[in-house]
């Protein structure tokens, strides 16, 4: 079962897309739309990582970071990322420890829940729910969009 709101979002440090280790604390006092997945390059991930894309410059605008999170390796996010011209960063979390901090883990992948963190590292929103081809705009209206 997923965290719930209001709990304290676990702090984190993992490799990107392109090998930068990213830390959640990097982005205090930012709101945070941290998204899990099961894979790279599947119809249902594809479908939700285009569609923050697609919604890529209404988030900067609102200054709310996306990251994505899958249990794939930083290869595999590299041809996903050039494949789909995504422009946020995939988060590698091949041990799993993000995916099992954030209590997400569907054996052996990520399951496909997402938290929105608040500038204070609060996570104000969960979704378990999620709609792949229009998740990034689902998000940005709960966040005020």
């Known amino acids: 079962m997923p965290?719930?709101?209001g709990t304290d979002a676990p702090a984190f440090s993992v490799k990107d897309?392109?090998?930068?280790?990213?830390?959640?604390?990097d982005f205090a006092g930012k709101t945070v739309v941290?998204?899990?997945?099961?894979?790279?390059?599947?119809?249902?991930?594809?479908?939700?990582a285009s569609s923050f894309r697609d919604h890529?410059?209404?988030?900067?605008?609102?200054?709310?970071?996306?990251?994505?999170v899958?249990?794939?390796?930083?290869?595999?996010?590299?041809k996903f990322t050039e494949?789909?011209?995504?422009?946020?960063p995939l988060l590698a979390?091949?041990?799993?420890?993000?995916t099992n901090a954030y209590d997400v883990d569907g054996g052996g992948y990520s399951k496909r829940v997402t938290y929105v963190i608040?500038?204070?590292?609060?996570?104000?929103?969960?979704?378990a729910a999620v709609k792949t081809e229009t998740h990034a705009q689902d998000i940005l209206t709960i966040v005020g969009g």
């Open 3 to 5: 965290l719930t709101v």
């Open 17 to 25: 897309t392109n090998g930068n280790t990213v830390s959640l604390s």
């Open 34 to 48: 941290l998204y899990f997945y099961p894979k790279d390059d599947t119809p249902g991930c594809t479908k939700e």
């Open 56 to 68: 890529h410059t209404e988030y900067q605008d609102k200054d709310i970071v996306v990251l994505g």
């Open 70 to 78: 899958s249990m794939d390796d930083e290869a595999s996010h590299q």
């Open 83 to 88: 494949k789909y011209s995504l422009t946020f």
């Open 93 to 98: 979390d091949t041990e799993g420890s993000l």
């Open 118 to 127: 608040d500038a204070n590292g609060k996570i104000i929103h969960v979704d």
